[in-house]
């Protein structure tokens, strides 16, 4: 077969199929064009929610440092005039903060600082002695798919337990805690907590016992020299 007899043959195939393509979306118009106008509507909404995404973040980031800016603003000194950003109490000042934890986890809750906000509204409840509240945002925030945020939650919840009688709740979530640690809260952090709410509850010999393996699994580090001191306050 010469060259041209090839080049003819490559020019009929390639115009069959060319032809057949043609045919199948002539035949199949109005699928193709929806198909590609559900594509497009796809790829715009997936753009738009980016974008909004990246707008309601930074938007929770902003008032979330703001209300931590009112959480760690400094107290008035005795005598000293008004100022702004200054409070006269503690309790004003976790009131304040508070207000504004609760207002961004309604308005941002899907989003990482919305849960940072139920952790902090649930500390500052705790703080202003509403216990109730203070239970139903710590434990919001203790569900976090985050668990350097949700430990954090989950050992301040048990030292709300622990406050208000409910030892035994307090006592599982320590040994959770102490079970699967995080960055947020080790181990040793757990059982130091547990240890001291035995202490407090007249369970010597459980403290100690708890005190002496931090001690042991922590020779060089701050837990380890706090269960030290502890056992040698008790002896």
Same mark, same amino acid.
């Given at each position: 077969m010469d060259t041209q007899t090839r080049h003819a043959l490559k020019k009929d195939s390639f115009a069959e199929a060319t032809a057949s393509s043609v045919s199948w979306l002539s035949g199949h118009r109005s699928g193709v064009v929806r198909w590609v106008i559900i594509a497009v509507v796809v790829l715009v909404g997936g753009a738009a929610a980016l974008v909004t995404w990246n707008l309601r973040s930074t938007a929770a980031e902003a008032a979330l440092g703001s209300a931590?800016?009112?959480? &760690?603003?400094?107290?008035?000194?005795?005598?000293?005039? /008004?100022? &702004?950003? $200054?409070?006269?109490?503690?309790?004003?000042?976790?009131?304040?903060?508070?207000?504004?934890?609760?207002?961004? /986890? /309604?308005?941002?809750?899907?989003?990482?600082?919305?849960? +940072?906000?139920?952790?902090?509204?649930? $500390?500052?409840?705790?703080?202003?002695?509403?216990?109730?509240?203070?239970?139903?945002?710590? +434990?919001? /925030?203790?569900?976090?798919?985050?668990?350097?945020?949700?430990?954090?939650? +989950?050992?301040?919840?048990?030292?709300?337990?622990?406050?208000?009688?409910?030892?035994?709740?307090?006592?599982?979530?320590?040994?959770?805690?102490?079970? +699967?640690?995080?960055?947020? $809260?080790?181990?040793?952090?757990a059982q130091l907590d547990l240890a001291d709410l035995y202490a407090a509850s007249g369970k010597q010999d459980q403290a100690r016992a708890l005190w002496a393996k931090v001690k042991d699994a922590d020779k060089d580090?701050?837990?380890?020299?706090?269960?030290?001191?502890?056992l040698a306050a008790k002896q």
């Amino acid at each position: 077969m010469d060259t041209q007899t090839r080049h003819a043959l490559k020019k009929d195939s390639f115009a069959e199929a060319t032809a057949s393509s043609v045919s199948w979306l002539s035949g199949h118009r109005s699928g193709v064009v929806r198909w590609v106008i559900i594509a497009v509507v796809v790829l715009v909404g997936g753009a738009a929610a980016l974008v909004t995404w990246n707008l309601r973040s930074t938007a929770a980031e902003a008032a979330l440092g703001s209300a931590l800016d009112a959480y &760690n603003a400094p107290l008035a000194q005795p005598g000293a005039p /008004a100022e &702004n950003g $200054v409070y006269s109490t503690a309790s004003d000042r976790s009131k304040a903060a508070n207000q504004q934890f609760i207002a961004i /986890a /309604a308005q941002y809750g899907w989003l990482p600082e919305g849960a +940072k906000a139920h952790y902090f509204a649930g $500390v500052t409840y705790e703080e202003l002695g509403q216990t109730a509240s203070a239970e139903t945002e710590l +434990k919001t /925030a203790a569900g976090s798919w985050d668990r350097n945020l949700a430990n954090l939650a +989950k050992l301040a919840l048990a030292g709300l337990y622990h406050q208000s009688a409910r030892d035994a709740q307090a006592i599982d979530l320590y040994n959770a805690l102490a079970a +699967k640690p995080s960055d947020t $809260v080790s181990t040793a952090v757990a059982q130091l907590d547990l240890a001291d709410l035995y202490a407090a509850s007249g369970k010597q010999d459980q403290a100690r016992a708890l005190w002496a393996k931090v001690k042991d699994a922590d020779k060089d580090g701050a837990a380890g020299s706090i269960a030290a001191q502890k056992l040698a306050a008790k002896q």
